[in-house]
C-alpha cells in the first residue's frame, strides 16, 4: 500500500468525528419564530388594509404592530446563527425602505393613502414575511440535527 493513500485514510478516519460533530451554519427551526412571522403577517396586512383611513383612526394600531415587529426582530438578532433571518426582520421593519416599515411611515407623513397603493403594498409586504417564514419553516429541526 502507497503510504501517501495511507496516510489519507488514516487522516479521513480522524477527522471524520471531528466533521460530523460540527454546528449546522444556520439556526434551527423555532416554533415561536415561524408563529411570530405567520401571526404578525396577518396583523400588518389587516392593518394595512385600514390605511384607506386617516393614519390618526389607527396610531395605536400602528405602534402596537411596531413594537410586535421590534420584539420579533430581537428574538431572530438573540438567536445564534441567525443573522440572515434578523436582518429579513430588519429591512421588512425599516422606515427609509419599501417595505411595511416605509408604508407606515408614508402612511402617517400623507395621513391616508389610495387603495390602489394599498393593495400593491400588501403584495409586497405578504411576499417579504413569506421569505422570512419560508426560511424559517426550512430550517432543520432539532430532531433533524445530527
Known sequence: MDHRYARRVVLSLALAPLLATCAP???????????????????????????????????????ALTQRIAKAYEFARGRPRNEISARQWAILADSSRNLLGGFLARWKRESSLSATFVTEMKGLVADAFDTIIGLESGKLKPDQVR
Do not use: C
Not at 416554533?31 to 393614519?55: F, G, H, R, W
Open 25 to 63: 451554519t444556520i439556526s434551527q427551526f423555532s416554533p415561536i419564530a415561524y408563529e411570530q412571522a405567520t401571526a404578525l403577517k396577518v396583523d400588518a396586512q389587516s392593518l394595512m388594509s385600514k390605511a384607506t383611513q386617516p393614519y390618526a383612526n389607527h396610531e395605536e394600531e400602528v405602534a
